[in-house]
Nanobody, 125 residues
Framework: QVQLVESGGGLVQAGGSMRLSCAVS????????MGWFRQAPGKERERVCA????????EYADSVKGRFTISRDNAKNTMFLQMNTLKDEDTAVYYC??????????????????WGLGTQVTVSS
């Protein structure tokens, strides 16, 4: 069974940057397509971005395009989310997620099977 643990959340000023990490254990990260999701109070969970097993295919929500970058280091079993130019509306609990998928494929938002417990990101203006 794969375990996912997020880290790197906290409080940041609007316009600032933050990097989240997702450490994977139990199985090799290379086995999974990965994604970052977030849920703000009173809102539904949304997929922020996702990356294929190869790392060569990525997808982003329109709200974060050009500001967020997802990446992965299969050798270190860790996935990352670099967040720049943060806005108040980025405040949420951020979750990493994993699922089985073909090498180049990015799964849809509803296809992720494994989840971390989340890390809080708070952007203050």
């Amino acid at each position: 069974q794969v375990q996912l643990v997020e880290s790197g959340g906290g409080l940041v000023q609007a316009g600032g940057s933050m990097r989240l990490s997702c450490a994977v254990s139990g199985r090799s990260l290379a086995n999974y397509a990965m994604g970052w999701f977030r849920q703000a109070p009173g809102k539904e969970r949304e997929r922020v971005c996702a990356i294929s097993r190869s790392g060569g295919t990525t997808e982003y929500a329109d709200s974060v395009k050009g500001r967020f970058t997802i990446s992965r280091d299969n050798a270190k079993n860790t996935m990352f989310l670099q967040m720049n130019t943060l806005k108040d509306e980025d405040t949420a609990v951020y979750y990493c997620a994993a699922t089985d998928a073909p090498w180049w494929s990015v799964p849809g938002p509803g296809d992720f099977k494994y989840w971390g417990l989340g890390t809080q990101v708070t952007v203050s203006s």
